[in-house]
């Protein structure tokens, strides 16, 4: 941070701050979960100081395993998030360069930019991602088992799958109890073996019931 004139660093859940601190991110999912007071989440880091975290409280109540080095300070769904978050910035005393996470809400950083000034802000995530590329022989092994166990799974799974078939197609017809698609040990349709990747548009749905 000092190479790079940089005094304050503000990360949100993400890789990066989980990285530094060991705040693990959320499971990805088709929702959003949505605390009050959410915009706050995340840490202020100083060069010469122990990071400052903001949680929500449903945010530390529920997604923190344990507490992580450094202060802490928790916003009540009643408490008035920007004063807390204004007070927290400012008691940094900084007045240089504030460095933003990718990661980090645009509320947040709109937020930031009113209480230190929009004109001090600046990127940050290249700052951590300089240190991420160093691996330990501890990282690199557990890339390494990460790697194998995907090319397992996706070895077993191509060895079952019928050539071009939309890849739901099998489990819609097996949902509906229909005829399922033929196996890859079958002989592949004309279509699979032409030139074209796509097989030919069907008069009717895909997945047809058995005659008796």
Known sequence: MEAEDVEVLFLAPSADLEYLTGIERQIPNFGEASYANGWVTGAFFTPKSNPVFL??????????????????????ETDDGFGMFERVARGLGSNGTV???????????????????????????????????VKTPEELEAMGRAIRTVEEAMGAVTARRWPNWPSRSSTNCARRGHAQPPSPHTSSPAWATASSTRPPR???????????
């Open 55 to 76: 949680f929500p409280r449903m945010f530390a109540a529920f997604d923190i395993r344990e507490d992580p080095e450094g202060e802490i300070v928790v916003v009540n």
């Open 99 to 133: 460095a933003v996470g990718d990661r980090v809400w645009a509320e947040t950083t709109l937020n930031l930019g009113r209480v230190l000034g929009f004109d001090r802000l600046r990127t940050g995530s290249t700052l951590v991602n300089e240190l991420r590329r």
């Open 202 to 212: 069907p008069r009717m749905n895909r997945c047809r019931k058995e005659r008796r």
